[in-house]
């Protein structure tokens, strides 16, 4: 009994061990990644304060007119987003038709079969049981 007894506060003794080397170890990574973020911070802080002085200078620096260059590619993207959405109309034609005539039916071969006979089918089946 006595054994037993000496056993399991060896065991608790362990377990009391571990559990403060995890806390401890838990500790030390809490506190490294409040550095870390501290670090973060004051990073994001500098390339903040250096996009507001990029900006300043641009809006100094930026000429009140258009460059000939830039309004020719401007004119050519312009064409480009019309002809996108010609092609992208055209595609939704096409496919509204394609279901028409897939799905129409008058397609469906045995249709005109089907439709006069239908009412005679219905009359012939037994009605479900439920």
Do not use: C, W
């Not at 003794?13 to 559990?19: E, I, V």
């Not at 009140?64 to 050519?76: H, I, Q, T, Y």
């Not at 509204?96 to 071969?109: L, T």
């Amino acid at each position: 009994m006595q054994k037993k007894r000496s056993v399991a506060r060896e065991n608790d003794s362990r377990l009391d061990d571990k559990l403060l080397e995890n806390i401890i170890k838990l500790e030390k990574i809490h506190t490294d990644m409040a550095e870390k973020f501290d670090k973060l911070a004051k990073e994001i802080s500098s390339l903040l304060a250096l996009f507001e002085l990029t900006a300043k200078n641009f809006s100094k620096q930026q000429p009140a007119r258009v460059m000939e260059g830039d309004k020719e590619f401007l004119d050519k993207i312009d064409r480009l987003v019309e002809q996108n959405k010609t092609i992208a109309k055209g595609l939704t034609l096409l496919e509204e038709h394609m279901r028409r005539k897939i799905y129409s039916p008058s397609h469906v071969p045995g249709a005109e079969q089907e439709e006069q006979g239908e009412s005679q089918i219905r009359t012939n089946r037994p009605l479900p049981r439920f």
